[in-house]
């Protein structure tokens, strides 16, 4: 393409099965200015209405953004050929793993100033995004991995994360739909997340359903996983050997390092 004169090669970190990981994807300035001035809006016919969902679906249907984060899709399909499974771990780790923040950009929505809201490439760009941001990197991902995705948003705590589709049993107020966390790390299904400032995740979700696909498995072993580090939380630390050896153990299986912070 001739807007991919400038680029930089991006670090992006990972963990699958407790191994910490990178892998390196070049991105382009000129591609992240063309997606960055893709409107904001949306024009209606008249009487029709405008849905968060809507905004979702732009945000990832520009063909060039598409054309250049193939690439990374290809990689996380090259990384684990024979696991689905393992593709889904992958690209939800990386995403988590990238840095949070916002855009010091503003732009002019309806005569308003907002923050710019970043797309998935300027998210991988810039290596950075908020909640809603990564969250829409994800989908995008998942989306092309060949998984069935959605996109939750809790209006109470205006927050967004991601949903991969898994058995209705496993899934969270019964969307199912599995959450999954896209600010720092954390393991797939885990909705019991005390983000900065003591904020749990109350209100039911809006569902905003992105792709058809493929369904995580009923035996995925992460759920377990996810049921055993909500019992250790639980306990406000009081906790026994077998309980430390646990978190620790859990800790490194999936990175859990980091912190969370809401919009």
Not at 66 to 85: F, G, H, Y
Not at 115 to 127: I, M, T
Not at 177 to 204: H, M, Q, R, W
Request: aromatic content about 10%; some cysteine.
């Amino acid at each position: 393409s001739n807007l991919a004169s400038n680029y930089k090669e991006l670090e992006l970190s990972y963990v699958l099965e407790g191994d910490k990981m990178n892998l390196v994807f070049t991105t382009f300035k000129e591609i992240s200015d063309h997606v960055s001035e893709i409107s904001r809006e949306i024009t209606y016919s008249s009487g029709e209405v405008s849905s968060r969902q809507d905004f979702k679906l732009k945000s990832m249907n520009d063909s060039l953004q598409r054309e250049s984060i193939l690439p990374l899709v290809k990689e996380i399909q090259n990384l684990a050929p024979d696991s689905k499974t393992d593709q889904a771990r992958i690209a939800v780790s990386l995403v988590q793993n990238i840095p949070y923040g916002f855009s010091d950009k503003k732009e002019l929505i309806l005569g308003k100033e907002f923050n710019h809201h970043r797309y998935p490439y300027e998210v991988l760009y810039d290596n950075e995004g908020i909640c809603g941001e990564k969250s829409q990197l994800l989908a995008f991902l998942l989306k092309e991995l060949g998984f069935d995705v959605a996109i939750f948003y809790n209006q109470m705590e205006n927050h967004e994360s991601v949903g991969i589709k898994c058995p209705k049993r496993k899934s969270w107020h019964g969307s199912e739909y599995c959450f999954v966390e896209t600010s720092g790390p954390s393991i797939i299904s885990d909705a019991s997340i005390t983000f900065v400032g003591g904020i749990n995740l109350e209100s039911k979700p809006l569902v905003m359903k992105i792709s058809d696909g493929i369904s995580l498995s009923s035996n995925l072993e992460d759920y377990e996983d996810a049921e055993s580090f909500k019992k250790i939380r639980e306990k406000n630390g009081n906790l026994n050997s077998f309980d430390i050896t646990k978190l620790d153990e859990l800790r490194k299986k999936y990175g859990l390092d980091g912190e969370y912070n809401l919009e």
